[in-house]
């Protein structure tokens, strides 16, 4: 069996239940060593079989599993955060159909969620947005034509982009051209949740000055958008005027 596992976002005390119970209990571990938090290794009961995915392909990734299931032992593949965002689960998942191995994915703590307690903030306020828009700058890796900065920015929502520390100027560029205004408020969140965590609070205008005046390159997560502003309007879930299916107005 193979249990995809989401790690959390950094804290080791942000694995699910289900998570660490599968950690526990794995004869071999496969994580992703430049992401996950080491410190979840030590969860791991001796013996168990420890591969750091950070220099391997998928093809060696594979042979570990292969060797794992011939052996009839558990296998826990160890992603950052939640494994549905960036993991790079559905080519194994693939994979693992092709060869009829059954497998399941315990969900994680997203570092965009993690970013958000860094930051103290929520993502969807009335009046200010109600989209939440997770995406990259495009790199050595291609981002779809209709899925360019320049046209998500045109919308105005909250934004928060993976994989971008290192890509800075032209994503500024780029999202000032769709529509951020140069003071609309912007943040970077290096190493959410980690004990190593810092938050630099910037606007669009200023972001790529700030992350290069804070030497930050990687593992780092950037959020724009007026949900870091101080002005939204109250929710209507708990207006005493606003009557829903679990109270009336007035009471």
């Known amino acids: 069996m193979i249990h995809f596992v989401g790690a959390g976002s950094g804290a080791e005390d942000l694995i699910t239940l289900r998570g660490a119970r599968h950690l526990e209990e794995a004869d071999v571990v496969i994580y992703a060593g430049s992401l996950v938090n080491p410190a979840l290794l030590k969860r791991c009961r001796p013996?168990?079989?420890?591969?750091?995915?950070?220099?391997?392909?998928?093809?060696?990734?594979?042979?570990?599993?292969?060797?794992?299931?011939?052996?009839?032992k558990t296998t826990v593949r160890l992603h950052t955060g939640?494994?549905?965002?960036?993991?790079?689960?559905?080519?194994?998942?693939d994979a693992l159909d092709r060869k009829g191995y059954a497998y399941d994915v315990t969900p994680g703590v997203s570092s965009f969620c993690g970013a958000?307690?860094?930051?103290?903030?929520?993502?969807?306020?009335?009046?200010?947005?109600?989209?939440?828009?997770?995406?990259?700058?495009?790199?050595?890796?291609?981002?779809?034509?209709?899925e360019q900065l320049r046209s998500l920015a045109a919308h105005g929502s909250t934004m928060v982009l993976f994989l971008s520390s290192s890509l800075l100027e032209k994503a500024q560029a780029d999202l000032l051209a769709g529509g951020y205004t140069a003071d609309t408020p912007a943040a970077i969140v290096y190493k959410a949740t980690w004990p190593d965590e810092q938050v630099f609070r910037c606007t669009v205008g200023t972001?790529?000055?700030t992350a290069k005046e804070?030497?930050?390159?990687?593992?780092?997560?950037?959020?724009?958008?007026?949900?870091?502003?101080?002005?939204?309007?109250?929710?209507?879930?708990?207006?005493?005027?606003?009557?829903?299916?679990?109270?009336e107005a007035g009471k």
Do not use: W
């Open 207 to 209: 972001l790529a000055r």
């Open 116 to 146: 958000a307690a860094a930051l103290r903030a929520e993502y969807t306020l009335p009046n200010v947005s109600q989209t939440v828009i997770i995406t990259r700058a495009e790199g050595r890796t291609p981002v779809p034509e209709r």
């Open 214 to 247: 804070r030497h930050i390159t990687k593992t780092a997560l950037i959020t724009v958008g007026g949900f870091l502003g101080s002005e939204y309007d109250r929710s209507l879930l708990y207006d005493p005027g606003f009557s829903h299916g679990c109270r």
């Open 82 to 93: 939640d494994p549905s965002i960036y993991g790079a689960i559905r080519e194994q998942m």
């Open 47 to 72: 013996g168990c079989e420890i591969y750091d995915s950070a220099s391997m392909t998928l093809e060696e990734v594979l042979a570990v599993m292969d060797g794992a299931e011939a052996a009839g």
